[in-house]
């Protein structure tokens, strides 16, 4: 088994059917696990019956939970896990794939993202970059994105890296911080990946979450929230200078609400590359 792909699920069938079919066209040796914590808006009438998943039913704490619940179950050499509103690109994880071979002592992957809007549309690009601690610790924010990390499942089986429940949105960050300090090596595949849906309704902007990731860089040492505008100006130079601000014209294709079974084409001409007011 080449990659095990876990998708946490509660009430967001409508975005989940498009993630499943984003997954099942790689064209690599994969399984689908989709964690769903007893969804009571329609997806347990159709979930349970998709071939193209193992759908585990059962009572969870929260996404972190449902996340090494599912990583726990899984049998592939790369593991990784895509919310219901995000969706691979085509060929990402043939991409992956080679990168890892390629790269026998990258424990993680990091690429790069496309942020959507609810029918598809291009909103911008966002290029990352190997996380920095005191970029993390003084921001609360990380510079990757989950719907294109990828772990080799040895971080999990020999290094007991879980994710911590106990957190709602910042479960991430405090994982790569522990990451971090463990010294795994991660790496960056500069390729298009994947894209996040804003639709709306996103965990991450909930009022909730936004007073979790405040609280998590507030734990952080004092200084270091003293002399955040300097780390978030080297992230910036970095980006800059790594080409994290260019994109030529490009295209990309995704299922939509509008054809949910077929991959829709869309253009990009003059990429954004600041995250959407």
Same mark, same amino acid.
């Given at each position: !088994?080449?990659?095990?792909?876990?998708?946490?699920?509660?009430?967001?069938?409508?975005?989940?059917?498009?993630?499943?079919?984003?997954?099942?066209?790689?064209?690599?040796?994969?399984?689908?696990?989709?964690?769903?914590?007893?969804?009571?808006?329609?997806?347990?009438?159709?979930?349970?019956?998709?071939?193209? &998943?193992?759908?585990?039913?059962?009572?969870?704490?929260? !996404?972190?939970?449902?996340?090494?619940?599912?990583?726990?179950?899984?049998?592939?050499?790369?593991?990784?896990?895509?919310?219901?509103?995000?969706?691979?690109?085509?060929?990402?994880?043939?991409?992956?794939?080679?990168?890892?071979?390629?790269?026998?002592?990258?424990? &993680?992957?990091?690429?790069?993202?496309?942020?959507?809007?609810?029918?598809?549309?291009?909103?911008?690009?966002?290029?990352?970059?190997?996380?920095?601690?005191? /970029?993390?610790?003084?921001?609360?924010?990380?510079?990757? /994105?989950?719907?294109?990390?990828?772990?080799?499942?040895? &971080?999990?089986?020999?290094?007991?890296?879980?994710?911590?429940?106990?957190?709602?949105?910042?479960?991430?960050?405090?994982?790569?911080?522990?990451?971090?300090?463990?010294?795994?090596? !991660?790496?960056?595949?500069?390729?298009?990946?994947?894209?996040?849906?804003?639709?709306?309704?996103?965990?991450?902007?909930?009022?909730?979450?936004?007073?979790?990731?405040?609280?998590?860089?507030?734990?952080?040492?004092?200084?270091?929230?003293?002399?955040?505008?300097?780390?978030?100006?080297?992230?910036? !130079?970095?980006?800059?200078?790594?080409?994290?601000?260019?994109?030529?014209?490009?295209?990309?294709?995704? /299922?939509?609400?509008?054809?949910?079974?077929?991959?829709?084409?869309?253009?990009?001409?003059?990429?954004?590359?600041?995250?959407?007011?």
């Amino acid at each position: !088994m080449q990659f095990s792909i876990v998708t946490p699920s509660f009430r967001n069938s409508q975005w989940l059917k498009l993630c499943i079919a984003s997954v099942a066209d790689q064209g690599v040796l994969l399984e689908h696990i989709v964690q769903d914590a007893g969804s009571d808006d329609g997806t347990l009438d159709w979930l349970p019956h998709d071939s193209r &998943v193992t759908a585990r039913i059962e009572q969870d704490s929260g !996404m972190y939970d449902a996340i090494n619940r599912g990583l726990k179950r899984a049998n592939g050499e790369i593991l990784a896990y895509l919310n219901c509103d995000e969706q691979y690109l085509p060929g990402a994880l043939q991409e992956v794939w080679r990168f890892f071979e390629d790269h026998p002592d990258a424990d &993680v992957v990091f690429g790069d993202v496309l942020v959507v809007g609810t029918k598809g549309e291009f909103l911008c690009s966002r290029k990352v970059q190997v996380p920095s601690r005191c /970029y993390i610790l003084s921001t609360g924010l990380l510079c990757t /994105y989950t719907c294109a990390t990828f772990y080799r499942r040895s &971080v999990f089986s020999r290094d007991n890296l879980w994710f911590d429940s106990r957190y709602r949105v910042v479960g991430d960050a405090e994982w790569v911080l522990r990451a971090l300090t463990k010294g795994i090596r !991660m790496n960056v595949l500069r390729k298009r990946l994947s894209t996040f849906t804003l639709t709306g309704h996103n965990l991450m902007l909930e009022e909730r979450s936004q007073c979790e990731r405040e609280q998590f860089r507030r734990s952080s040492p004092l200084w270091l929230r003293a002399v955040k505008p300097l780390f978030i100006a080297h992230h910036r !130079m970095k980006r800059l200078l790594s080409g994290g601000y260019h994109d030529d014209p490009f295209s990309y294709s995704i /299922y939509t609400t509008a054809n949910p079974t077929q991959r829709q084409d869309f253009k990009v001409t003059k990429a954004k590359h600041v995250w959407p007011a």
